[in-house]
């Protein structure tokens, strides 16, 4: 029965490390794409369509919350920047028009439609 418990640790122990790598290298992975998609946001300039595009597709895979003051920056750069900019490069472009209302009215908060 000793050797039993005694077996049953040592594999608790190994199984413990091994997991901790684990984790440690995924951590790393994770900290390096998060670092890749920043430099692709920062890198995208906020009057292209790329830029929506690239937004909205964060939004929907959930990974946007790491994001949240990037995004929020180049939302306000792009309204704030002069729209015809953007009319006149996509206007017959409807994915691009519905972008633009999807990622202005994600951010903003739900009590304005009361």
Not at 41 to 69: C, W
């Amino acid at each position: 029965m000793r050797d039993y418990k005694k077996r049953k640790m040592t594999l608790e122990l190994a199984t413990n490390a091994s997991s901790k790598k684990l984790v440690a290298k995924r951590n790393l992975k994770v900290e390096d794409l998060k670092e890749k998609v920043m430099k692709m946001l920062v890198e995208t300039p906020d009057n292209s369509a790329q830029k929506l595009v690239l937004i909205y597709t964060m939004q929907r895979l959930g990974v946007s919350y790491h994001f949240d003051n990037e995004i929020e920056k180049s939302i306000q750069n792009i309204f704030d920047t002069t729209m015809s900019q953007l009319q006149s490069e996509n206007d017959d472009n409807l994915y691009v028009v519905s972008l633009r209302f999807q990622t202005c009215e994600a951010t903003r908060p739900l009590h304005v439609f009361r």
